[in-house]
């Protein structure tokens, strides 16, 4: 399964029920924006695309809650996150 531009990471949430996916816009195409794109891992391995997140221009850190769920964004380099 293919996410953004360029992905450059990932950590499980939610209990490993989710997958964040940080997105980069690194390479400056027309369009397209940094972002956590957020994968729900249903029963029997099976991914699918829950939404996204807003993040920072190019998201190196995010973190969760204690309860393991998404803490809702992602600092990145270069921005004010």
């Known amino acids: 399964m293919r996410f953004g531009e ?11 029920a989710l997958i964040l996916v940080r997105d980069s816009s690194r390479f400056g ?3 397209v924006s940094a972002n956590l794109a957020v994968i729900d891992v ?6 699918a695309l829950a939404g996204y997140l807003e993040s920072g221009l190019f998201p190196r ?11 809702g ?9």
């Open 6 to 16: 360029a992905p450059v990471g990932l950590a499980p949430a939610d209990k490993d």
């Open 42 to 47: 249903a029963a029997y391995g099976s991914l």
């Open 29 to 31: 195409v027309s369009g």
């Open 73 to 81: 964004g992602a600092a990145g380099v270069n921005s004010n996150r």
């Open 61 to 71: 850190e995010m973190a969760s809650t204690p309860a393991g769920s998404p803490a």
